[in-house]
């Protein structure tokens, strides 16, 4: 039985937590926080209901983390904000908010933090009216704010405070959470954690954070059968007919985009209206029970927040995307909107692809051109025109005793054709093998891993490219802005390193990523985008069903061939990714179906284009 003494100690220290007037944590900041980042108007629970019990349970004596898994533009920085402001107001102690960044940190501190306590009396009543004051320590009569970013080791040790704020938790490096969680250890059981973000990876530190939490759902009540249920992707109903070979119906999707009960089926408007009365039902409901009830955890995701039609849009243009190869969309997608983690898990290549309705070397009419005068790829090739190229790659994989070989014929909108295979034991065959099949002699890439002088030497006197596959899955480009500027941006290829095996003459080496190449290759392939005929040949398809995606002991993923099975088709088509990416024929600038633009002329295409 608890003495009156042990019963008075601890009622003074759950006061650090509670208010000295009557005011609810949500009632003072209703009632104080008259500036918000972002939008106009004071602080209002109402506007923003599913982050009432993340809040409440912030000033739960009893919770010690909280992690809110939600999505972007829906009250993340908002939440923090008027948090922090509370806490200097009502319950003065020090506090360590972390951003990813330092610059991010500095903004946010001057953008977000000082504007809400700037424009709340009680907070502003104790700010220093010195307008240099530091952004990244702000020290006050009885609590010092850090604003500091997590990517810095330093930023991570040292500090010792009782409430932890991290946002974006999602982007921390592995093992920094776990650091910054360790800054308030020694305040015991009135330490606080609070993390905000959207979603990361499966298994990442963000995620199993959020598998050891309450996981608790922002759901809605269906009016018609009473059924409380999480908002979920799932129910919105996109109309049929939107999502079609020639692209998305933007119109039709943004006009009739409903949401339907997954108890009844009754559809739900997209409207703001219709929104606000299933919000005032929302709730949470638990779904983990094995988790401790001081570590709670909160998702929502954009759908309480956000046009239904517009979100829609975005998921089909994701979808689109990844039907051409391109899964990054459809990640930041489930990321940054469903506030979901995402895995890039995929099986193997052994799963069956069944071939497309043609044959070995057939016409094809899609197949596209190359402007040799205006170095553009265009949809269509005018046979009399002797600066019209066929739209084909060879791709050569080089072996002790021979080459095997691989032309693939390209349509505009990214499908493709192969269009024949050999194996060749001289280069001679190799090089009819590709006047054959009508390929320019840039357009054949060829692997220099093995035999690397002799095939840099053949490359540079036949005109052709030479490919290298790579661990590394990211290559830095700069890239112009439209003020001038230049930024970095990653491509999962290299520039061109040019080799002069001889004076005067001289081959292009790109470097890939296996595991970038790879994935893409099998993605297209299993989506049909990337097809082969019907008399391929048993061989064909055995290697191209040669090589699994494992993991290695260390946890990266790699693609391997089990029990030394033969590849070198698979490997050609691997390399073929390249002049695919290049050309915009695959992969991110693909996002677009149906409206294909011909690739700017710039370095990249140079590159293969100025043999000719
Ligand atoms: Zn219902």
């Known amino acids: 039985m608890a003495s009156d003494t042990q019963e008075q100690f601890e009622s003074d220290l759950l006061g650090v937590f509670k208010p000295t007037d009557d005011l609810a944590p949500l009632d003072w900041m209703a009632q104080h926080c008259r500036v918000l980042p972002g939008i106009v108007g004071s602080f209002d629970p109402t506007h923003t209901p599913w982050l009432k019990t993340p809040i409440e349970a912030t000033f739960d004596p009893e919770v010690r983390t909280i992690i809110n898994m939600a999505a972007v533009g829906s009250g993340k920085s908002i939440y923090i904000c008027v948090c922090t402001a509370y806490i200097l107001a009502k319950a003065p102690s020090d506090i360590l908010i972390y951003q990813p960044k330092n610059d991010a940190a500095r903004d946010f501190h001057r953008n977000a933090l000082r504007k809400v306590w700037d424009g709340c009396p009680p907070v502003a009543a104790l700010l220093p009216n010195d307008k240099q004051v530091r952004w990244d320590c702000l020290r006050l009569d009885r609590s010092t704010v850090w604003t500091l970013g997590a990517d810095a080791e330093s930023n991570l040790q040292r ?4 409430w932890v704020f991290i946002d974006e938790t999602w982007s921390l490096k592995p093992g920094h959470l776990k650091q910054a969680q360790a800054r308030n250890l020694s305040y015991g059981w009135l330490a606080k954690t609070v993390m905000v973000g959207q ?52 119109d039709l999707i943004a006009k009739g985009t409903k949401m339907a009960c997954k108890g009844c089926g009754k559809l739900y408007d997209d409207d703001d209206g219709v929104r606000d009365t ?46 051409n190869g391109d899964e990054m969309p459809m990640q930041l997608f489930r990321q940054k909107q469903l506030a979901l983690p995402f895995s ?11 071939p497309g309705a043609f044959k070995l070397k057939e016409d094809w009419a899609d197949e596209g051109a190359y402007d040799l005068d205006t170095r553009q790829v265009i949809a269509k090739r005018d ?67 093995d035999q690397q002088d002799f095939i840099h030497r053949t490359a540079a006197r036949l005109g052709w490219n030479c490919t290298r596959g790579t661990k590394k899955n990211d290559f830095p480009w700069p890239v112009k802005q439209a003020d001038g500027t230049m930024k970095v941006k990653n491509k999962p290829y290299s520039k061109p390193r040019e080799v002069e ?12 990523g296996n595991l970038a190449f790879k994935d893409l290759l099998w993605r297209l392939r299993r989506s049909a985008v990337h097809q082969y005929p019907t008399d391929a040949g048993e061989e064909y398809i055995k290697q191209m069903a040669s090589e699994r995606r494992v993991k290695t002991p260390a946890g990266m993923p790699i693609w391997k061939a089990p029990a ?13 990714m390249l002049p695919a990416l290049v050309f915009g024929l695959a992969g991110e600038s693909k996002s677009s179906v149906g409206n294909v633009k011909a690739p700017e002329v710039s370095e990249e295409t140079e590159a293969q284009a100025d043999d000719n």
């Not at 500090?159 to 009782?162: A, I």
């Not at 890039?344 to 069944?354: G, K, L, Q, Y």
């Not at 095996?501 to 890939?512: C, I, M, N, S």
Request: net charge negative; hydrophobic share 35%; aromatic share 14%.
């Open 159 to 162: 500090y010792h405070v009782k």
């Open 199 to 250: 979603a990361g990876l499966i298994d990442d530190d963000n995620d199993k954070q959020w598998q050891s939490s309450t996981q608790e759902e922002y759901s809605w009540k269906c009016e018609a059968c009473s059924t409380v249920q999480p908002w979920e992707w799932e129910a919105i109903k996109i109309p049929e007919g939107s999502l079609t070979a020639d692209g998305i119906n933007e």
């Open 278 to 323: 299933l919000n005032k039902t929302g709730c949470y409901v638990r779904v983990n029970f094995n988790a401790r009830d001081a570590n709670r955890g909160f998702h929502w995701n954009a759908l309480p927040a956000r046009n239904w039609g517009e979100t829609a849009i975005e998921w089909a243009k994701a979808k689109l995307a990844q039907s």
């Open 344 to 354: 890039s898990e995929i099986m193997d290549s052994t799963d069956e692809v069944t």
């Open 383 to 449: 046979e009399t025109k002797t600066s019209h190229a066929r739209l084909r790659f060879i791709g050569v994989d080089v072996q002790r005793d021979g080459f095997y070989c691989l032309c693939r014929a390209y349509a505009t909108d990214g499908k493709s054709r192969l269009v024949d295979w050999a194996f060749y034991h001289t280069i001679d065959e190799v090089e009819a093998f590709r006047k054959r099949c009508g390929v320019l002699a840039p357009f054949t890439f060829v692997d220099c891993g």
């Open 501 to 512: 095996p001889f004076k005067g003459l001289v081959t292009r080496v790109y470097y890939f």
């Open 564 to 576: 030394k099975r033969a590849n070198h088709l698979w490997d050609c088509e691997v390399i073929i």
